[in-house]
């Protein structure tokens, strides 16, 4: 009994201190994500739809990919939209950016990824827009002239955000927001505080490896099987700088552990 209590207090402790640094990035993004589903959702989708009658080319997919980032919708969400999208005669390839860029970044979690710091937060951000980018142009080259999605069964599900009111709306969205990213909020303090506590840094050292190169395709490969709600891991990524894992090491978990 001795030895639990030690070790719950050891686990408390580092939990708290964890909680501490990131709980107010938490609440900003929740404040600023449900802001943006609530207001200006639907103007972030007609700009996408207004991409549709021009000849961008090319260019049209980093409009496409940059769209998708400001877009507030989850993964679940974003393939109903995209379903539309499609029956209104938008392009494979511009789609195909928006969905990707969008499936893995928001603006909630842009505000979130602020706890990793500055140079994590750009590079997150970069590489969610290239991924966004790269499907949008295999997609244009590689099916250029047959169809790349089929959506059948797929409706735009009824937006929730019904209420007249608009402080009503917004409250009950950021409730709805509080409900849907709590649980993985908690639980990744506490694996972060597992992690401090029972996993030595020499370990991760001794896991990714001395080679930079080949700890980046590790980190890459694990951080997919790894699925979590994007922004559960930002705890436990935030002790692994604390740990010293190399910076690259730690921008490939984050880009890759938030894929589906």
Not at 218 to 240: D, E, F, K, N, S
Request: glycine residues 10%; charged residues 10%; hydrophobic residues 50%.
């Amino acid at each position: 009994m001795e030895v639990l209590h030690r070790e719950f207090i050891y686990i408390w402790y580092y939990f708290t201190v964890q909680l501490e640094q990131i709980f107010i990035w938490w609440i900003v993004g929740m404040v600023i994500g449900s802001a943006v589903s609530v207001f200006a959702k639907n103007y972030i989708h007609k700009a996408f739809l207004a991409l549709r009658g021009k000849r961008l080319g090319v260019l049209g997919i980093g409009a496409a990919s940059a769209l998708g980032i400001a877009s507030p919708l989850c993964m679940y969400g974003t393939i109903p939209i995209a379903a539309s999208f499609s029956k209104s005669g938008m392009k494979d390839s511009w789609l195909g950016a928006f969905m990707m860029s969008s499936i893995l970044l928001n603006p909630q979690l842009i505000i979130y990824s602020a706890a990793l710091g500055r140079n994590v937060l750009i590079i997150r951000i970069l590489s969610c827009f290239i991924c966004g980018i790269a499907a949008g142009i295999l997609i244009h080259f590689f099916y250029k002239n047959k169809p790349f999605f089929n959506f059948t069964g797929f409706e735009e599900s009824k937006s929730r955000d019904t209420d007249p009111n608009p402080a009503l709306c917004y409250l009950k969205n950021l409730w709805r927001n509080v409900k849907a990213t709590g649980l993985y909020f908690l639980t990744g303090i506490l694996l972060s505080a597992l992690f401090q506590r029972y996993v030595p840094s020499a370990a991760m050292t001794a896991l990714f490896g001395g080679n930079e190169a080949f700890g980046v395709l590790m980190a890459a490969t694990v951080g997919v099987p790894m699925y979590a709600c994007g922004g559960g891991t930002i705890p436990l990524l935030q002790q692994w700088l604390l740990d010293g894992m190399i910076f690259s090491l730690v921008t490939g978990l984050a880009v890759n552990l938030i894929l589906p």
